[in-house]
């Protein structure tokens, strides 16, 4: 599984927001990508499941674009807004169903991972319920477990930890690694730069609508020329640079 990310220019207006990105997210990897607010994270992410179209350059999942197989496509792609999206009128066992009909996944099968997930996010007895009427954290744990209930190819992750408490976050970092080991690629945006560090192998750094640099964590160390240098480090120190300088 391979999303290419080649030369995208978009946004939200006829004035792009992003000015040509290019990158990579192959099986087995878990790229972070990386910047403060309004670098263009979400906007890219938007641009990669379907949101936005390009002005100009080109998104690919294993070759095919949006445009010329939606239905391919998009059955590759599992995704968590930053925002939990939920149905006022439907309980949580109904965003389940229907999800695995979204998915056309088989149905026996898919509540047995269904089940699993719910325990591990402690919504094992909240089927009834109507998830629009949760808390912030319990509504993003919905939308997990309703992602990963896909066993999609490709997870695409905006900001998943914002109303996390730290045992949801735990979990879901858990389940990223499991997913990662199974064979999918995961693309994840996060300024919480301190778990992107433990977790992801592979960092887009996005700062006014470019990629400033990408890489694995050694390669930033070593474009920084400190060997020492945290993430956070890393990131501030490059994008003042760049700031200064125009």
């Avoid at 979204?102 to 099968?109: D, F, H, I, P, S």
């Amino acid at each position: 599984m391979t999303l290419k990310v080649s030369n995208l220019v978009g946004g939200y207006s006829q004035i792009p927001v992003l000015k040509n990105v290019s990158f990579e997210v192959h099986t087995g990897q878990v790229v972070g990508l990386i910047g403060l607010n309004g670098a263009g994270k979400s906007t890219t992410i938007n641009h990669v499941i379907g949101l936005l179209t390009p002005q100009s350059g080109k998104i690919t999942i294993d070759g095919i674009t949006l445009q010329e197989n939606p239905e391919s496509y998009k059955s590759k792609i599992a995704y968590i807004p930053e925002i939990p999206v939920l149905y006022q009128e439907l309980t949580l066992k109904e965003h389940i169903d229907l999800t695995i009909m979204a998915y056309n996944l088989e149905r026996e099968k898919a509540w047995v991972r269904a089940q699993r997930l719910l325990k591990t996010f402690r919504l094992a007895n909240k089927l009834e319920w109507f998830p629009a009427n949760f808390s912030k954290g319990m509504k993003q744990k919905v939308m997990i477990v309703c992602a990963f209930l896909t066993e999609a190819k490709l997870y695409v992750i905006d900001e998943p930890f914002l109303g996390l408490d730290p045992l949801a976050t735990r979990d879901l970092l858990n389940l990223i690694e499991s997913e990662r080991q199974r064979g999918a690629a995961v693309l994840m945006s996060t300024h919480v730069l301190s778990t992107a560090q433990e977790y992801c192998n592979y960092f887009v750094l996005l700062h006014q609508g470019k990629v400033r640099i990408q890489g694995t964590f050694a390669e930033l160390r070593e474009a920084y020329q400190n060997q020492q240098a945290d993430l956070t480090e890393i990131y501030l120190g490059l994008t003042q640079e760049v700031t200064e300088h125009e």
